[in-house]
């Protein structure tokens, strides 16, 4: 696999950009999330945490015992939920 392969699409986290941050001692999911923002995409790592996981086994790291910490809202929100803001549909004229 090329080194520019995509690791993370959510937040173009490369299989390079991982390899030097284990190279850099980061030899745990948390740890690599933290150095290259892995896992902190819309998808919070649904799609790359189990290709991180390989990649932390094959570098010789140990397996990881569970998945990333998710940091809120762990599903994506509208911003005007978040605002309190009523849809537009509710709104009266």
Known sequence: MTDKALVCRCEDVTLEECRKALERG????ESLKRYTGLATGWCQGKMCVAAAGRLLVSSGAAEPSSP???????????LAQLAGLAPENEKGT
């Open 26 to 29: 980061h030899r745990d999911l």
């Open 68 to 78: 990333v910490t998710p940091r809120p809202p762990f599903h994506p929100v509208p």
